[in-house]
């Protein structure tokens, strides 16, 4: 595999990592005591992570 396919795998798996974590702390009692602007930008932050995830897999399947 070439060197910038390895990268972009290891920031895929670090994103998914973050996006999983984001996605607990969505679960969590903290989280719900956010005021409302808060978890929009929140849920706004977790779909860009995951449209982003997408667009690194699709570049990492083409190179592949």
Do not use: P
């Not at 290891?10 to 719900?32: A, C, I, P, Q, Y």
């Not at 849920?43 to 399947?61: E, F, P, V, W």
């Amino acid at each position: 595999m070439e060197e910038h396919v390895k990268r972009l795998v290891v920031e895929r798996d670090e994103l998914s990592d973050k996006l999983k974590k984001l996605s607990e702390f969505m679960k969590s009692d903290t989280f719900k005591k956010l005021d409302e602007d808060d978890k929009m930008i929140l849920k706004i932050q977790k779909d860009s992570m995951k449209t982003y995830k997408r667009a690194l897999g699709l570049r990492i399947y083409w190179e592949i």
